[in-house]
C-alpha cells in the first residue's frame, strides 16, 4: 500500500526550493535531485536534462548574482543562456570594428583601452602665440627665441676734405654703420664757425676764405665720431661784361704789369706806362681758366723756361696749351692769386731791377697778390645786386641830394660816369648835374653818400671790386668801407653797415 506525502512536508519543500533560487545556489552537477510531482511523488531527471543542466551551470557562472533573483526556479534553464551570450559579444565588437576603419590614415597611433578595444586620438587645435609658442586648450607652450643682437654703432664716416665756395651753402651726408635698434641721430660742430657754420641738418656755409674742420658725432655713442676738413674758396673769374680791359696792380709795390715790347716781350713792372701795353683782357675758357691778353697788340700771356729755370710770363710764343692758361683765385681783400694751369704754380713780381712776372718762386705774399682794376669809359646806371634797383640822385628839404633806390626814375639822375684816377680809383659823377658823389656823415653816423657838398678829396675817390658774377663792390678810398643798400623805407646808400651779402654788390649797366 503506498504511502502518501503530508501537505504540510510539500509545502515546505516548495519553500526551500524557492530560498535555494533565491541564493543563487544551483545543484551540484550530477546531483540527483527528485523535483515533485503534481501528486506528490518524486521523478528522477533523465540524461538529458542533466547535460542541459550542465550547459545551463557554466553560463550562469559568468552571469551577475542580481539578476535570477526576480525568475522563479523553473526559468534559470531557459533565460540565463540567451542574454549572457548576447551581451558580450556585441558591445566590444561594434566600436572598434568601425571607428579604426574609418580613419587610417589621420589617426595612426590609437590607444588600447581597458576593454580590448581602441581609443581615437583627439585632433591637435592648438594655435600659435604672438611670441612663436601655441596654445592647446588654454595651455601655452613657449618657443625659446633667439639671442638678441646689441644695439650699437659701429662706425661713421665722411669725405676726408670737401670743398665749399664762398658765400655758397652745401650738404653733408655721413655714411652711418649700426646693428640692432638704435638711435642714429647725430650733432654737429665747426672748428671756426668764422670760416664755416654748420646746422643740426649738416648745412655747412662758406662765411669767408679760408679752412674749417665740420665734425659729426653718434648721439647714442659719442665715441664714434668723423670729420672732413672743409674749404671755402672764391670759384674761378666769369667772364667781365663791361668793357672788358684791366690793369693789373701787384699789390706788394702797387705797380702795374706791362708788356715791355723788346724781342723777349716778357712782361714786367718795371715801366710804369699807361698806354695799350699795360692793358689787358681776360678771356674766359671752358674749363674755368682764362687767356690773358695784350691789348695794343692782341697776344696773348703764356709761361716759358729760360737756362736759369726762370720760367718768365711773355707773349714772344703764341702756342695754345696749358702754359697760356690761368686760373684766378680770389682773395678776401679782393685781390687775386694767378695760377699757371700747366704747372699749377703761381705768377709773382721777382722784386729785381728787371721786375720780371715769372713762377721761379712760389711765395704766399704782397707780391702774388694781384689786383685787376677795370677801364670803364662811357655811362653807366648802377643796379643793386638783391633787388634789381637802381641808383639815382634825389633832393629833400635839407639839400643833402642824397643816393638812394627809393624810385625808379629812367632819366640823367640815375647815370653816372666814372673817371679814372693814376692810382685806379673812381670819381662818380651824376649826368644830370655833374655833381661828384661823396660819403659824409650826419648826428646818427649813418655815413651816406650823397652830392650835398663837392670836396676833393678821397671821400670822393672810390675802388671797383670785380666780384665773381661780374658785378662790382664800390669801396670808398678814404676809409676803406663798402657801400650797401640800408633796406629800410628810404633805401639810401651807405656805409653805416659792413656785410657781404648782395645789397653790397652792384652792376654798371651801360
Not at 588600447?112 to 592648438?126: I, R, Y
Not at 654703420?177 to 638704435?182: A, D, K, L, V
Not at 676738413?229 to 693789373?248: A, D, H, N, Y
Amino acid at each position: 500500500m503506498r504511502r502518501s506525502i503530508p501537505s504540510c512536508l510539500f509545502v515546505f519543500l516548495m519553500f526551500c526550493s524557492i530560498l535555494c533560487a533565491g541564493c543563487g545556489e544551483a545543484p551540484p552537477v550530477g546531483s540527483s535531485e527528485s523535483s515533485s510531482t503534481a501528486d506528490g511523488g518524486s521523478q528522477k531527471p533523465d540524461d538529458s536534462t542533466t547535460a542541459d543542466s550542465q550547459t545551463t551551470d557554466s553560463v550562469t557562472q559568468t552571469e551577475p548574482a542580481s539578476e535570477p533573483a526576480s525568475e522563479p526556479a523553473s526559468e534559470p534553464a531557459s533565460e540565463p543562456a540567451s542574454e549572457p551570450a548576447s551581451e558580450p559579444a556585441s558591445e566590444p565588437a561594434s566600436e572598434p570594428a568601425s571607428e579604426p576603419a574609418s580613419e587610417p590614415q589621420d589617426e595612426p597611433s590609437d590607444e588600447s583601452t581597458s576593454d580590448g578595444g581602441t581609443e581615437e586620438v583627439p585632433e591637435d587645435t592648438s594655435e600659435p602665440t604672438a611670441d612663436g609658442g601655441s596654445t592647446d586648450g588654454g595651455v601655452s607652450t613657449e618657443v625659446v627665441p633667439e639671442p638678441e643682437i646689441e644695439p650699437q654703432i659701429l662706425s661713421i664716416s665722411l669725405p676726408a676734405n670737401t670743398s665749399l665756395d664762398l658765400n655758397k651753402s652745401a650738404t653733408l651726408s655721413p655714411t652711418i654703420q649700426s646693428q640692432g635698434n638704435i638711435d642714429k641721430s647725430v650733432t654737429w660742430k665747426s672748428s671756426d664757425p668764422s670760416v664755416v657754420s654748420v646746422d643740426a641738418k649738416g648745412t655747412i656755409k662758406g662765411l669767408k676764405i679760408g679752412t674749417s674742420r665740420v665734425t659729426v658725432i653718434s648721439s647714442a655713442d659719442p665715441a664714434q665720431f668723423a670729420s672732413t676738413l672743409v674749404t671755402v674758396k672764391l670759384p674761378p673769374l666769369p667772364s667781365i661784361k663791361l668793357s672788358g680791359f684791366f690793369r693789373v696792380r701787384v699789390k706788394a709795390s702797387n705797380r702795374y704789369w706791362h708788356e715791355n715790347g723788346f724781342n723777349d716781350k716778357l712782361v714786367s713792372t718795371r715801366h710804369q706806362t699807361t698806354d695799350d701795353f699795360s692793358t689787358f683782357s681776360f678771356v674766359p675758357q671752358s674749363d674755368g681758366s682764362y687767356q690773358i691778353k695784350v691789348k695794343a697788340n692782341g697776344r696773348h700771356l703764356h709761361i716759358h723756361g729760360n737756362s736759369t729755370g726762370d720760367q718768365f710770363l711773355s707773349t714772344r710764343y703764341q702756342p695754345n696749351d696749358d702754359y697760356t692758361k690761368f686760373f684766378l683765385s680770389k682773395q678776401s681783400d679782393g685781390s687775386f692769386r694767378i695760377q699757371v694751369k700747366a704747372t699749377k704754380k703761381y705768377l709773382h713780381e721777382n722784386g729785381l731791377n728787371d721786375k720780371l712776372l715769372s713762377t721761379r718762386f712760389q711765395t704766399t705774399d704782397g707780391y702774388s697778390s694781384f689786383f685787376l682794376e677795370p677801364l670803364l669809359s662811357g655811362t653807366f646806371q648802377i643796379r643793386v645786386k638783391a633787388n634789381g634797383r637802381y641808383l639815382h640822385e634825389s633832393g629833400n628839404s635839407t639839400g643833402d641830394k642824397l643816393v638812394s633806390t627809393r624810385t625808379q626814375p629812367n632819366d640823367d639822375y640815375t647815370r653816372f660816369t666814372l673817371e679814372r684816377g693814376t692810382d685806379g680809383s673812381y670819381r662818380i659823377k651824376v649826368k644830370a648835374n655833374n655833381r661828384y658823389l661823396h660819403e659824409h656823415g650826419n648826428s646818427t653816423g649813418d655815413k651816406l653818400i650823397s652830392t650835398r657838398f663837392q670836396p676833393t678829396d678821397d671821400y670822393t675817390r672810390f675802388f671797383l671790386f670785380p666780384e665773381l658774377d661780374g658785378s662790382y663792390r664800390i669801396q670808398v678810398k678814404a676809409t676803406q668801407r663798402f657801400w650797401h643798400e640800408n633796406g629800410f623805407n628810404d633805401r639810401l646808400i651807405s656805409t653805416r653797415f659792413q656785410v657781404t651779402d648782395d645789397f653790397t654788390r652792384f652792376f654798371l649797366v651801360q
